[in-house]
């Protein structure tokens, strides 16, 4: 159980990078691109284990660029 929950939290969790009560003036866009990114990319269990990334450009025909 020790490696499988490691694994489940070793992606980004955004209270991780934006902790509650962090004034958003001081974060940069390069910081919240990072994090979206991260987040678009994260496999779910929902999709399949595939990404949402993925899954949106799959349904909509779109390559990704």
């Avoid at 490696?3 to 940069?28: M, N, V, Y």
């Avoid at 949402?52 to 779109?62: A, I, R, S, T, Y």
Wanted: glycine share 10%; with cysteine; net charge positive.
């Amino acid at each position: 159980m020790g490696a499988r929950f490691e694994r489940k939290h070793q992606w980004l969790d955004p209270g991780q990078c934006f902790p509650k009560g962090t004034s958003f003036a001081e974060i940069t866009d390069m910081q919240v691109e990072f994090v979206m990114y991260r987040l678009k990319n994260r496999p779910r269990k929902g999709l399949g284990y595939k990404t949402p990334h993925k899954v949106f450009f799959d349904e909509n025909g779109l390559k990704a660029a």
